[in-house]
């Protein structure tokens, strides 16, 4: 099967619209009937109320329990790190992910605060990680190549890789899981999720390029340049959203544009975090604009693309910040948010069960 | 004593800007060198890193536990409730009151997942509540005058009220208590509020009034008819800012802004729900500005006289829900970012700990 055949079968199983309208209606029925019975104005729970309900939407239920949610990190090396477009060396990307594997990163804090799973894939990190037990070894490649010269990802490594994010959705939700949050760490993968997030916009790469982990002025031209350059060298040969994804994307990316692909299918809660989780998102929707209905943008961050991403796709993020760090880290601090909604929704007395008075 | 030489020596005792400046400064230098130690590009995490600092700065201390929070939520009654200000009749203080006792309203929902502990106050509710051993009984009366007519607030139970709360941050504070979140509940307490806040910004109260727990249109406009002839008939009577509190405040503004003082007297983070809160913050803020650097605000939101006093102080809130219940929610939402910034600050490996390599 080619990756447009696995394509195709995957987007088929996504349900549409109106297969699902008459059902869409009554769960959301249900919830504001439910949420208006609550000892609180009508309303006043505000952006709670509306997550509530897309919670309710994507799990395709009205009533649901506190749900056990999972962050999982995916990790990649980029083979455009060697055009020097990173603040940070590539070998950061491994020791990173060891990092991870020992409980010290940012993301395995927010976790563990939060109550989330967290799971750590090797997509194609450069360097044999196989013997980290905590670490799930989903390897395509040493990294990808750079796409200033090549073509970054060839077709059956994509195929591969989105399998990997196909799969842990389609494994979530068979085990009950409530949601994932999507993360990522690869050196030089805001270079790859900026070339993308043009490319599929359409827009100047300065409008979706930040400065990734802290590049001064030189760096970040020299960023631009690449990108630039990129886009223009393969633009000729590209047809389809998924050769843009091969083009200049990333393993990790791929991985989460497939996590996105299963999630619609399946109806798990998907959680983005930064300009690198937006990018797959943008890609997974380019290819099925249906997928969008199980996504919520967890924050907004400093790198522009992410806000472009977000606004063309119509997300409203949960939180702004100011983050700029990755690794799922502001989609898990969002998921606190949905979590509190979530308990809201199913611990509130009801004005009946309380004996409180109703509006005058 | 009366109010004013209460006051007088409350705020003495809040220390001056110069006092502290070495100490702040050697504070902000140890927070900012051990968050540049950690395993993130420098300043990633944003606003999260902010916070770290205003904590730290608040508790004088450079490293600090994770901290345990406790939300206090102040309830009293109204005698403008009589006005028809509100949408929802007066006894549903009392029945929010017993709510909150026996664990079923949202902050009892929210303070329990997020971890706080939850303290409920009744500083002037119109009905018996000593039965209830979950509320605390500091009762001033049964709810304020109403201040169309006459003063809301006597200058001895204003001394009371405030008593109430300054004594709770000076004991918090001796418990070890890590942070405060403010709440409240009292029919007819947004009149209050709008009122005290356009009072003390010196602005019209069509730019700080809103709907309340759900007002139409014809309510809205009693409610600002109500606002502007208090204002016109308490302003000739006026030279200081706590007699604005006293002839259009309430009991829980009273406490909450006492609370703050004694907060900023002995360094206990407080932080901030919705427009009440808010008011009661600028309320002290007008009597001690240097209350200000202990005060974070959690969130901001539906009420347009929130946004007003926010902007006015200079406080960034962390949040923008568009929540309009208070009882302490949107405060205990931001909490939960605050506790996570602090887990990252004191959990997450410095990159010597996790051998990771620095920027090139």
């Known amino acids: 099967m080619t990756i447009f055949e696995q394509i195709d079968l995957w987007t088929s199983r996504i349900p549409l619209e109106e297969e699902t309208a008459s059902e869409r209606k009554s769960i959301s029925m249900e ?7 609550l000892t609180k104005p009508q309303g006043s729970l505000g952006r709670l109320e509306e997550m509530i309900l897309w919670y309710g939407l994507v799990c395709r239920r009205s009533l649901f329990p506190d749900p056990a949610g999972v962050v999982a990190v995916f990790a990649s090396d980029h083979g455009i790190a060697s055009s020097g477009v990173s603040a940070f060396p590539q070998v950061v990307t491994v020791e990173m992910v060891k990092n991870f594997a020992s409980g010290g990163a940012a993301v395995n804090v927010l ?3 939060a109550g989330l799973e967290l799971m750590v894939f090797d997509m194609g990190v450069n360097a044999d990680l196989s013997f980290l037990h905590a670490v799930v070894n989903a390897k395509v490649a040493y990294g990808t190549k750079n796409f200033l010269t090549e073509r970054a990802i060839a077709p059956a490594e994509m195929a591969q890789a989105m399998k990997t994010g196909f799969g842990l959705s389609v494994k979530l939700k068979s085990q009950g899981k409530g949601f994932l949050v999507l993360g990522e760490m690869g050196i030089g993968n805001t270079t790859s999720a900026s070339a993308l997030i043009a490319a599929l916009l359409d827009l100047p790469p300065a409008l979706v390029t930040g400065r990734g982990t802290g590049l001064d002025d030189q760096g970040y ?3 631009l340049a690449v990108i630039e350059q990129a ?3 393969h ?8 050769e843009w994804g091969m083009a200049v994307g990333g393993f990790e990316i791929a991985a989460m544009a497939g996590a996105i692909l299963g999630a619609a299918t399946v109806g798990l809660p998907v959680i983005l975090d930064g300009v ?3 990018a797959a998102a943008l890609l997974a929707w380019r290819i099925c604009p249906r997928v969008k ?6 924050h907004v961050g400093h790198e522009i693309g992410h806000r472009a991403v977000l606004e063309h796709m119509g997300l409203d993020p949960v939180l702004d910040l100011d983050l700029r760090l990755g690794e799922g880290t502001g989609g898990v601090l969002a998921s606190q948010i949905l979590k509190s909604s979530i308990s809201l929704y199913g611990q ?3 004005f009946e069960e309380a004996s409180v008075s109703g509006k005058i």
């Open 31 to 37: 919830i504001l009937c439910r949420l208006n019975s």
């Open 111 to 113: 976790a563990r605060q």
């Open 221 to 223: 031209r020299k960023k």
């Open 231 to 233: 886009l223009s060298i």
């Open 235 to 242: 633009m000729p040969t590209i047809s389809f959203p998924v």
């Open 276 to 278: 690198i989780t937006s």
């Open 293 to 298: 209905h199980c996504l919520l943008a967890g």
């Open 348 to 350: 509130m007395a009801t």
